[in-house]
């Protein structure tokens, strides 16, 4: 059988492990994938995403800072895209329509609930950012009914924002909003949605969010601790990890929207620890 071509679109796309996590997923499922990086222009995504298309692509992944851009470009949206107000994942449907949708979110519970053990249901929840990284994880963390979820941002008014846009999805969960400086209790969990970590700084909290039994997860990822788990770690955090199963989760989510085949994620995830 053809190969049937895919890729990861986004400037600069050197650094991507997508194209070594999807044929991973294909090696081991025998799907006919064969899966690239584009980089594509700033000043021209949309060409980029229509010429892959035209040229018979099946599926695209898009990552910054296109997610934004994948998410106006479509014809139609899943509602997690929809409300995520971003896109990681393109594809045509059968009327040739481009259609946007987000796995990210359901990356992030399925590793922290899957590979981590971790359930979210009725947990004390501080989330640090209201960038679009955040925005698009939390329509999946809240439908996991935590206790509370707290939204933490160097400026308060947009971490409200995301408290009114994701008002109806809370549920019974508290929603709240708060600067930086504000949260001073230990929560159950902790998530580092900024990306401090990538320039190695930090979001400027209290170490009192922290206890030996807080389980803290660095939306980023490295071959080293990231800076913020490693501040975790010198503050008494005992669990502490980053996003690459997230990485690979979020994948595999998309690789079932595209084929209906569902990888195993955990050999993957392994195989990239000792990459």
């Known amino acids: 059988m053809t190969n049937q071509l895919y890729a990861v679109v986004g400037n600069p796309v050197s650094h991507s492990k997508s194209p070594r ?3 991973l997923f294909a090696s081991q499922t ?3 994938v064969e899966y690239t990086a584009i980089q594509a222009p700033m000043e021209d995504f949309s060409g980029t995403v229509r010429h892959f298309f035209e040229r018979g692509g099946k599926g695209l992944n898009v990552t910054v800072p296109f997610k934004e851009q994948a998410w106006t470009l479509a014809d139609h ?17 059968k009327d040739q329509e481009l259609v946007a949708d987000n796995t990210d ?5 399925r590793d922290l609930q899957n590979n981590y053990r971790v359930s979210l249901k009725g947990l004390r929840i501080l989330v640090l950012g209201s960038g679009g990284a955040v925005r698009g994880v939390l329509g999946p963390i809240l439908a996991e009914q935590p206790a509370a979820l707290t939204i933490a941002n160097r400026t308060v008014a947009k971490a409200e924002a ?16 708060c600067g930086f400086d504000a949260p001073e209790q230990a929560f159950d969990l902790v998530i580092n949605g900024t990306s401090a970590s990538l320039q190695g700084d930090l979001p400027p909290v209290s170490a009192n969010i922290l206890n030996a039994d807080t389980v803290v997860y660095d939306m980023m990822y490295s071959l080293q601790t990231t800076t913020f788990n490693q501040w975790a770690l010198d503050h008494g955090a005992c669990h502490v990890h980053d996003g690459l199963g997230m990485l690979v989760e979020q994948a595999a989510e998309s690789f079932f929207v595209w084929r209906g085949v569902r990888p195993e994620t ?3 995830i392994e195989e990239l620890r000792t990459d």
Do not use: M, Q
């Not at 995301?162 to 909003?177: E, H, N, Q, S, W």
């Open 21 to 23: 996590i999807h044929s």
């Open 30 to 32: 025998g799907e006919p």
């Open 77 to 93: 949206r899943t509602p997690r895209a929809e409300k995520a107000g971003a896109a990681n994942t393109l594809y045509l449907d």
């Open 105 to 109: 979110g359901v990356g992030i519970v």
């Open 162 to 177: 995301l408290v009114r846009l994701f008002a109806r999805d809370a549920g019974a969960t508290v929603l709240t909003a």
């Open 266 to 268: 955990k050999p993957v």
